[in-house]
């Protein structure tokens, strides 16, 4: 054989084991790039997903972020938290809702997050009943006039439960002071100390450290709100 | 060559950075578009949410095989697995949800009272409001269809059977003796007051076989769970005082109440039919404690003390017997303890035990001089098993134990026993219920109970089966069960031969439907008595027998009219027995042909104020005439009742409860008693059965010293 065609062959074996061998790499790196996926921890997605929540335009964008947490939920099932961000959502989602069938759809959601969270290890207690009396809150919202007299006494016992565990969750306390004002409307009551107990509780939201980025933090924005209603009104 | 290798060289380049699309369309069976779908590739958060036309769309990085989910509230995930290629224009539709069987609510022969957001079922505070109640658990059962009423007595009389046929159950435990002890004709109570508990399934027959021992029904009662306020209040009437409260610490609560009843100030203004020597009063205390443990576990116990006594002063004019100061004395003791958890493969476990213990002394019981003592004594052991197999099957097993003792004696004027009888009994049971789903909508009940009685040494099986249909709010079911019980204490004591247990077998088809916020129930029902304790010369056999059959119709609307709540029972029920000293089979004298009950809530807002309005009609009572041929052959006339209450929220803190039952002041006469031997003429001597007052007027404070809650009156 000549030299020029055994340079030929060789070439072109060359190239052929090349061209196998960058087709095996390409398919390895997509296999990686997968991989590489997994390797991003839970709480980084979470907190990713959380961020586009707080974050989000329309109703539509917080429904397609509430299934994200579903998925990882999936993912990871001895998870906690994104159980718990999704049973938040519905119950804030259903009191805004306007249809009837997705506001009992929504509820009913919330209620089975709830028995399983509560099935679950290594949760906060104290804010998994801070989440079952604000679901319980929702059921009265839903229809006032006949679940108030149902509920109103498992919103607050399920808040001073909560309390009762953790005095340092700010949570249960504002929501607990929230929906006591809500109801003065009806039973009448005591409301001069409402504001100093709001500034404390925002005291307490304050200096308050979850353990990481992605433990329940939220009371800011329902506490601006409430004492824009009744403290900047006084 | 080369160009081939050079094409299959940018073809891998192009794969490194290439991404497949996945998209298509969800829908539901009908067609409809689904909106908010979340469809995803399985294992990982590549994924999307269906819009309002049911579309979706994503991209995705993985190739080969892979499982996409699509899953929705209230309906079956839907899995594919493919090669990811293959999840082009894919067209999606999703099944409904088998309902959990556990969440199944079959309502035939039920009541349920309890929270809930369905019509059919109250709260404790509906029971307190019920126009006739006044706050009885027991006379607030009697607005539902199925009751008869007895008003000269005030216990449950269902569906043509005695009060004994219906027992008392609490988390599940027995109680021997749920009934306060009036003197006669004063209408009995409930023992506990209706905000010990957060449900009470009342059934109305054709029970389930967890529970025996019961011709007629089954009254099962669920105390609230552990509380989590801490509270106190007292209460006042011009009957009554009484305080209460609850100490609630985390996980753990310990609630406590204390009552005292004196009719003798009440009495002094509005004096009744009777003559009093020493009012009647009672003295109650109870104490339960609740304690969670764990993530799904519940222990409670609960124990209960009363003491009753009155001295009344009673003639037998009819057959010319001297006065007698008939002086009861009660003694009841009650403890009910229980414990219940889950374990993490979903099985139920419940465990409790209950004892009972009442002493009844009746000085002067039929003769000036006498004394008749009767002590009761049970020890409930109960042991169950709940499991829910996919939402097709679901199994309720357990074992349970009654030691029963009865003791009573007489001693004469002169201080001997002339009677000293006593009957030990021991029944033990085995349950086994099977809850099936059939298909969409269907779902069937096959059960069994075994019991074995030590007093006759027998077995008893009975049987239950049952078929239900439920479409939405449309409901059709059909039971059949067999129930069975020891005849009463006194005659088994008493008596030389041993005696069968009595069955009942129950027939029943029934039908439910909920119709914008209004509710229609109707039911047949047919009892077929056997064994019934039957007097025959001069000793009880088991040859008595009986049937009873009817319609019972409820109606509950809370729509029609703003802020009022009404509801309608009407009940049809024609019964006859052979038993205990009857000569013939009749009528049996508790029971009537109709009872109609009109209930009315209505809220008065500016004023808060509730007004309950009950309006009861029932057919006139059958009685036995000894001056006419035949036995039960004659009928006192109609029984009708007006009766109404007002609740007023004075305050967050602040309850007045008012009530006056029978307001148009009608004398009702509930049968006639005739003397034992006919006069100088012939004739038999009659006197009317009438209540110890026509009118009884109530008026209570209720007032919270501590509380986190408003209008909280409860202890518990």
């Known amino acids: 054989m000549s030299v020029l065609k055994l340079k030929t062959n060789i070439m072109r074996n060359s190239i052929t084991i090349l061209t196998i061998a960058l087709f095996f790499v390409a398919c390895s790196s997509s296999k990686s790039q997968t991989a590489k996926e997994t390797n991003v921890t839970f709480e980084d997605q979470l907190s990713k997903t959380l961020t586009a929540i707080n974050g989000a335009k329309s109703v539509k964008g917080l429904f397609e972020n509430s299934n994200k947490l579903k998925r990882l939920s999936a993912i990871y099932p001895n998870e906690w938290l994104s159980d718990y961000y999704v049973t938040l959502l519905d119950i804030k989602l259903s009191m805004g809702a306007k249809d009837e069938k997705k506001k009992e759809s929504l509820l009913n959601e919330a209620k089975e997050f709830l028995a399983s969270l509560k099935e679950k290890e290594n949760t906060i207690e104290s804010e998994i009943l801070t989440l079952n009396g604000y679901y319980y809150y929702a059921l009265i919202a839903q229809n006032p006039q006949k679940n108030g007299q149902l509920y109103y006494k498992d919103v607050i016992g399920a808040y001073q439960k909560a309390i009762a565990i953790d005095k340092t969750n700010p949570r249960p306390v504002l929501m607990l002071t929230i929906f006591k004002k809500k109801m003065s409307k009806f039973v009448g009551g005591d409301l001069s100390n409402l504001c100093t107990k709001l500034s404390q509780i925002e005291q307490l939201l304050e200096s308050s450290k979850p353990k990481n980025e992605v433990y329940p933090k939220w009371g800011i924005k329902e506490l601006k709100k409430e004492q824009q209603e009744s403290c900047n009104k006084l | ?114 929270k809930s957001r369905t019509l059919e079922k109250m709260n404790s505070l509906d029971i307190v409001m019920t126009g006739s109640s006044n706050g009885d658990i027991f006379a607030a059962l009697q607005s539902l269809p199925g009751t008869q009423k007895v008003g000269e007595d005030g216990r449950l009389y269902i569906r043509g059977g005695e009060d004994r046929e219906t027992q008392t159950f609490i988390d599940g435990m027995h109680v021997l003796v749920p009934y306060t002890s009036p003197a006669q004709n004063i209408s009995a109570r409930s023992r506990f007051s209706p905000f010990l508990f957060k449900g009470i399934n009342f059934s109305l027959g054709g029970y389930e076989l967890e529970y025996g021992q019961a011709l007629s029904s089954v009254l099962p009662m669920e105390t609230k769970d552990v509380s989590s306020g801490t509270k106190l209040g007292v209460n006042f009437s011009p009957l009554s005082i009484g305080a209460g409260g609850t100490y609630s610490f985390g996980k753990e609560s310990i609630s406590a109440n204390l009552d005292y009843t004196n009719l003798g100030f009440y009495n002094s203004i509005f004096p009744d039919r009777f003559d009093w020597k020493k009012d009647y009063s009672k003295l109650s205390g109870e104490l339960q404690y609740k304690k969670e443990i764990g993530k799904s576990g519940l222990f409670k116990i609960y124990t209960g003390y009363d003491k009753t006594g009155f001295v009344q002063n009673i003639s037998d004019e009819l057959n010319n017997l001297p006065e007698r100061s008939f002086d009861l004395k009660q003694n009841n003791y009650y403890i009910n303890s229980t414990y219940s958890t889950k374990t993490k493969s979903g099985f139920n476990l419940f465990f409790g035990s209950a004892f009972s213990q009442v002493k009844n002394d009746y000085k002067n019981a039929t003769i000036q001089g006498d004394l008749y003592e009767e002590d009761l004594q049970e020890l409930h052991l109960k042991s169950k098993l709940k499991k829910s197999f996919s939402s097709k099957y679901k199994i309720n097993t357990g074992v349970e134990a009654y030691l029963k003792k009865y003791e009573n004696r007489y001693t004469d004027t002169s201080n001997i026993i002339r009677q000293n009888q006593n009957v030990d009994q021991n029944i033990y049971a085995a349950f086994l219920d099977n809850q099936f789903k059939l298909t969409k909508g269907v779902y069937a009940n096959a059960s069994g109970r075994v019991e074995y009685s030590t007093y006759n040494d027998e077995f008893a099986f009975s049987p239950r089966a049952s078929i239900n249909y439920i479409n939405g709010d449309f409901q059709l079911s059909g039971v059949f069960g067999k129930y069975y019980q020891t005849p009463g204490n006194i005659i088994i004591a008493s008596n030389q031969i041993k005696l069968k247990q009595e069955s009942a077998s129950h027939y029943i088809l029934g039908s439910s439907y909920n119709f914008n916020n209004r509710l229609l129930r109707l039911e047949l029902y047919y009892k077929n008595y056997k064994n019934l304790s039957l007097l025959e010369n001069d000793i009880y056999t088991s040859n008595g027998f009986g049937k009873s059959n009817g319609l019972d119709i409820y109606f509950a609307d809370d729509k029609t009219f703003k802020k009022l709540e009404y509801t309608f029972s009407f009940s049809y029920n024609d019964s006859k027995r052979l038993y205990k000293d009857y000569p013939v089979k009749s009528t049996p004298l508790f029971s009537t042909d109709i009872n109609t009950s009109l209930n009315v809530k209505y809220l008065i807002s500016p004023i808060k104020t509730y007004l309950g309005i009950s309006n009861t009609y029932a057919s006139g009572r059958p009685y036995n005439n000894p001056n006419e041929s035949g036995f039960v052959n004659s009928k006192a006339k109609s029984f009708h009742s007006l009766d109404m209450n007002l609740t007023f929220l004075l305050s967050k803190k602040i309850i007045l409860y008012t009530s006056l039952t029978n307001v148009l002041g009608r004398e009702n006469i509930f049968g006639y008693n005739y003397s034992d031997s006919p006069n100088s003429s012939g004739a038999y001597k009659s006197s009317p059965i009438n209540v110890s007052r026509d009118r009884f007027f109530f008026v209570g404070l209720f007032i919270s010293l501590k509380n986190n809650a408003a209008y909280d009156v409860s202890s518990f």
């Open chain 2, 1 to 114: 060559m080369n160009k081939f290798f050079i094409i299959i060289f940018f073809f891998t380049l192009a794969n490194l950075h290439s991404q497949n699309s996945i998209y298509g369309e969800v829908k539901d069976t009908k067609g409809m578009p689904l909106e908010g779908v979340n469809i995803y590739l399985n294992g990982t958060v590549e994924g999307s949410t269906s819009n309002s036309d049911g579309m979706f769309f994503f991209k995705t990085n993985k190739i080969g095989n892979v499982t996409l989910i699509a899953s929705f509230i209230g309906y079956k995930d839907f899995l594919k697995t493919v090669n990811v290629n293959d999840l082009k224009n894919i067209k999606i539709v999703l099944y409904e949800d088998d309902t959990n069987l556990d969440e199944i609510i079959i309502s035939a022969s039920s009541f349920s009272l309890g």
